[in-house]
């Protein structure tokens, strides 16, 4: 009976992969066959209901057959899934990668013919992109409402077919004519041509592949893919310098070709490829973004130069982001072919279990990532939103992959067993509503009402056409649509709209109070002390720094970039009141703009140490009395405990060091003042830091330089991307020590004697949360109508400014060197675009409806409160029954 359950097991198993035979250990071979006479018999819709509730069996089978078979020898070598692909398999895999990203080197990068490519698609006017977008949507949109996907025979091979390539087709040509406004939209879609192929090669060539061997085959060809690209990519900037061409060579001969020649370059013709200098010139010369017969600083004000110029350097750096994307997705691959590794060691579970890991993992590191971008942000140098989106594409990838590797369902039900869940649920009663509102607030405002129409829209055509399948649910919406709004229904909609208001505030206050804000402040203060002397200078940034560090929301790194622009333009005024206008592209640098630079760090090194000590000795000590302060920051917590327990180790260590250095400023060092922590121990370990420091104020420093060569505009990109990478790697070191801690002294952690003031507290509190959750939720009696409007309102008020602030063009550029006289109109007002208004006014909008909403919350919460307290009293009041008879 065991043996028959397990070969049932593993042929429903062998179903789901689509292999039509397999071999049982006993040597037994079955052969499934396409489909039985009956089905063939049977009407499309039925056929396609039973393939449903099939393929629902057998998932539940292969997953009893996973935790059934545990032991690796018990189901032969048939699902182990460490088997690996043969050599044309990795042939094939290899060629799909190569051929995909070949096509995107060849035709969109200035390595191949992206000069002449780039020209061709920049001349054709950009609004037809949009009206092939719409066009292909409205046609993807008729597919799905006809159950085009479930046409069979002719009509799929002579309408679908066409029908869909058509309107990918339309995608991509949009991606394409959108080159001259978004220079980078044909790099994303190239970017899909080798996803393409991968998955076409799965699907026709590698269905019986284990999932785990391919992923483990696709991580490894990945690797290869990153190593080839990047050795032609320094073959091409360091042994095939572009100036071999025709045009290059005729303005070396004295002869200037008809656009003209790049005006004060020093035609050497053995220079390296490098992005500075004349590479720079001549690149954007040859894309035709102008011919340098005129002084280019004139044409930076116009968005048509500005857009060909980062669409020269982006077609330029494409092959150095082709390895990046390939490493950064072979690490995905990898930790997902560890999740297959359930069915040689443990349960499905344990797939389940990784999943949800690296799902996680990625939504953490999206938000420190966002903190630290926002650190280097004063830099002006667009850095921050650039990785903000790389890594909010990962997030969404790496959500689809999860979802589709091992099953939502599966997902669900093993997050609850998980330690890290307990862990985070802990934090909060409805701490899956605040997983629900990022969902929401990121992309489900707009995802779900669409899906509701689409499924509207379909059920419609089957009442009405007859071509469709009948309808499969009774109602205005399909079956999925009919499961996904009973689940919506089940959603507690009052806390899940209220949260997607913090992660909307969160995003636009590091956004536009931290980025904007922050950085004309800084630019204002450096443009009034450029007649102070120097050690005036010094003493008035310490005194404005210091303030600014007292700021709970205002990272450390923009106060050090505003310290290398001030005090080394200040030495350098010193010296010569003139320097800006006398100092020539090309000239030495001044010696006192390196004392400066030295100066700007020592001082910048001494503001930390100081306000680690005001924020920990009059901030974190003081308030450390408080209990309701102690319980904010969860001091009865593992994680908290082995936050003490490594800043306690005396001297400088690693884990220590990194939490100090890595954590957000005011918070860390108010928290080692509530845990009573030497601060001695405090400022030896946060001494590391010197390094950061040296590489902010270098960045700001380099500000002042870079309108004075392209050396310098180049070095300031490096210097600040290093500054991002060390405050992003520090943030991830300290989340790392932490976690590490609390799970290997879990035991001691725990039985660590806790703060009985804070439990006593925690349990009010409790109640006090369980009493708002309750008394908010709309399906409670009494709640008002005007609470859900001004909830709503304020939630579609706050996602729109996060929106707009992302899709449209809000602020100008701007820069801590920057003057305040260099912006439009000669104001601060003058940062702010039109649609900067419109952000402002939808975030303050919301804020005060926000406001109202959670002031109405906290009075319902007590009165609900109260109310469930007379109740219990009553009935403990009560008089016993009178006794039977």
Known sequence: ???????????????????????????????????????????????????????????????????????????????????????????????????????????????????????ALASVDWWLAPSLVVGALLLLVALYALDARYWKGAGRIAAYFPLLAAAAGSLGAACLLG???????PLLCVFLVPTLGVWLLRRAALPAVPPRAFFVALSAQLLLLAVAVSLAFAAWVFWSPAWGVEEWEACEAGTAPETGCPAGVDFGGSQTNMWFGEVRQFWRYRIGCDNYTADTSELEDDEAVVSCHTGAFLWWSFPMWVPCAALLFALLFYYLAKTMEARDRGSSKTRAQWAIRLFLSSIIFFMAVTWCAA?????????????????LLFIVVTTAVVGNTVGWGRVGKTAQSLPIYRKLASYSEGFWDYVKAFA??????????????????????????????PPDAPGL????????????????????????????????????????????????????????????????FAGVGLLMFMIPIIPGVPVYIACGAVIPASTMSQANPHWSDNMQPGDEVPKEFWVGLVYATLVGFALKLTAVALEQELIGRQFGNYVAVRSFIRINSLEMRATRRILRRPGINTAKCAILVGGPDWPTSVTTGILKLNLLQMLLGTTPILPLIAASTAAGGMQLLKTKGDLYDSITVIVTFLSFLAQTASTLLAMYFIERTSTQYAAELAAEPPDEEVLAHDERQAAFSKAQRDGTNWSSAGVPLWPKVTIITSALMLAGACYLSVVATCFEPFSVSQRISDLPGGTVFGLVRPMGWVVIGLFVGGWVLRYIYRRWAVARARSWLRASTVDASISDASPPPPPPP
């Not at 689509?18 to 071999?23: A, F, I, K, L, S």
């Not at 779900?448 to 829209?457: M, R």
């Open 1 to 119: 009976r065991l043996e028959s359950l397990e070969n049932s097991a593993l042929f429903g198993a062998l179903a789901l992969h689509g292999c039509p035979c397999m071999q049982l250990a006993d040597g037994t071979q079955i052969v499934r066959s396409p489909r039985s006479d009956t089905a063939m018999q049977q009407p499309a819709h039925l056929r396609h209901t039973q393939r449903t509730a099939q393929t629902a069996s057998e998932t539940g089978a292969a997953e009893e057959a996973s935790e059934t078979l545990s032991d690796p020898g018990a189901s032969g070598e048939l699902l182990a899934s460490s088997r690996p692909m043969g050599l044309g398999g990795h042939a094939l895999l290899l060629l799909a990668l190569l051929s995909g990203s070949a096509v995107g080197l060849l035709f969109f990068s200035l390595l191949g013919y992206g000069v002449e490519v780039y020209r």
């Open 179 to 185: 080159t001259k406004q978004y220079p980078y939209a």
């Open 375 to 391: 650190s280097v942000a004063g830099a002006g140098l667009g850095v921050a939103r650039t990785v903000e989106f790389a890594m």
């Open 440 to 469: 929401l607030w990121g992309l489900g405002w707009l995802a779900i009402p669409t899906f509701l129409a689409l499924s509207a829209a379909n059920q419609a055509a089957r009442k009405a056409l007859p071509f469709t399948l």
């Open 477 to 540: 919406l399909t079956a999925h649509g009919a499961q996904l709004w009973a689940r919506l229904r089940t959603w507690h909609w009052a806390s899940v709209i209220s949260k997607t208001t913090f992660w909307s505030l969160a995003y636009l206050i590091l956004q536009v109070i931290v980025m904007q804000l922050v950085v004309v402040f800084f630019a204002f203060l450096n443009e009034a002390l450029s007649d102070f002397h120097t050690g005036v200078v010094c003493a008035i």
